[in-house]
């Protein structure tokens, strides 16, 4: 399996709270919903549909798959279904078997050695969605091999951001560019050396 993280983003990185006033306030982030605020854009909804259509599930950081659980299956939404149906594999080491959501996987102890495993799987894509630290401690070790970024035209100044100071020097290759009606660019990224 291929890892890709599909994420929204702002022009200064920030990738902290897309969703939701309430989403993560850590560190007194107060711009919650910066993505949400935009309105919905067809066309990242489109280019997300299609990628998470042939997807092989989820993987997630503690955060995420709890703030996730929390928040859609109190919801009357399609996505509801889609994403308890949908194997999560969870990466933690303060979370414990049995976990509450279905479908749900618990890689702990060295995770990127279990995040590697798990790439010899067959299978389509594992799409990461949020989980910024999960990220930051694959993408250094080379074991994310995409980026789809809604890159939204906005500055936000602070938030927790994609890539943390530290991180690099890595080069990627521009695989994919669209931009929207509402300025957002959908682009896809990989690894120089992927």
């Known amino acids: ?3 890709v993280v599909i994420s929204h983003i702002t022009l200064d990185g920030v990738m902290q709270g897309p969703g939701r006033a ?3 306030t ?12 935009r309105g919905g854009d067809e ?3 489109r280019a997300w549909g299609r990628r998470l259509a042939a997807s092989s ?3 997630l950081g503690r955060r995420t798959y709890q703030d996730v659980l929390g928040h859609w299956n109190t919801q009357d939404s399609p996505f509801r279904d889609a994403l308890n149906n949908a194997p999560k594999y969870i ?12 479908n749900s996987t618990l890689l702990s102890g060295d995770i990127p050695a ?22 930051r401690s694959l993408s ?15 500055v936000l100044g602070t938030g927790r951001r994609l890539f943390a100071d530290g991180f690099g020097p890595v080069a990627f290759r521009l695989t994919d560019a669209t931009p929207t009606d509402t300025g957002i660019l959908i682009a896809t990224y990989r690894p120089l050396d992927g």
């Open 57 to 59: 599930g989820y993987l």
């Open 43 to 45: 066309a990242v909804g």
């Open 1 to 3: 399996m291929r890892i």
């Open 91 to 102: 990466a933690s080491n303060t979370l414990a078997e049995p976990l509450p959501w279905p």
């Open 140 to 154: 250094p070790l080379g074991l994310i091999d995409e980026y789809l970024l809604s890159v939204h035209p906005l």
């Open 114 to 135: 279990a995040v590697a495993e798990l790439k010899k799987t067959p299978g389509d894509d594992l799409h990461i969605m949020g989980s910024g630290a999960l990220i």
């Open 22 to 24: 309430d989403e993560d």
């Open 26 to 37: 850590r560190e007194g982030f107060t711009q919650g919903g910066w993505a949400a605020e």
